[in-house]
């Protein structure tokens, strides 16, 4: 894959352009604040960017920022975001819409090399890829909502296990059940998020999002 990274850090940013290549994909710009990076986009258009979310000026939220801009600007780019921490209000907006080729990961995963990899591999390919406390800090928000406290613990491990992307099989996986008790219970969520029905949208995205704007 082409692969643009945006990290302020020169340490960080060199050992991933270095991972990187080492595996193949193709780096045609590094940079270090979040407009370079959506100047890099236009000019080279590469398959995914990987970005750290608190960069040059301010060091707030730019690379959130400019991931929403190039979402906005570039649709078929994929985005893969980096934080030290879960930045609750950009987090949700970057999940709000098509999470197909988004991904958000927590800096200490990448320190687990295969982790980050597969995460790269997988929203790269169009899938998503969020990391688990992610996951459940912005659920946590949710937890005062009625049809998401109607959900069984179980109902739960499996939507916040949606949420980071995995399938049905990966879930089963994960949790020890077989592929068919996954899907029982992905319809029974359904069901108790009134998303049986739905139309014009994935129902798994909307199972994941649709509390999450509150």
Known sequence: M???????????????????LEEGHEVPAAVS??????????????????????????????GLRA???????WPSVKVLVLSQYVEKRYATELMSSDVSGVGYLLKDRVAQVGDFLDALERVGAGGAAFDPEVVRQLLARTTQVDPLARLTVREREVLERMAQGLTNASI???????????????NSLF?????????????????VLHFLKS
């Open 172 to 186: 089963a996986q994960e949790l020890h059940v077989s592929q068919s008790a996954v899907e029982k219970h992905v």
């Open 67 to 73: 991931a929403l801009e190039i979402r906005r600007r």
């Open 191 to 207: 069901d108790k998020l009134s998303l049986s029905h739905a139309t014009g949208y994935s129902r798994r995205v909307l199972a």
């Open 2 to 20: 082409r692969v643009i990274l945006a990290e302020d850090s020169t340490l960080l940013r060199e050992g991933l352009v270095r991972l990187l």
């Open 33 to 62: 604040d979040g407009q370079a990076l959506v100047s890099a986009v236009g000019a080279y258009l590469p398959d995914i960017v990987v970005v750290d979310v608190r960069m040059p000026p301010t060091h707030t939220d730019e």
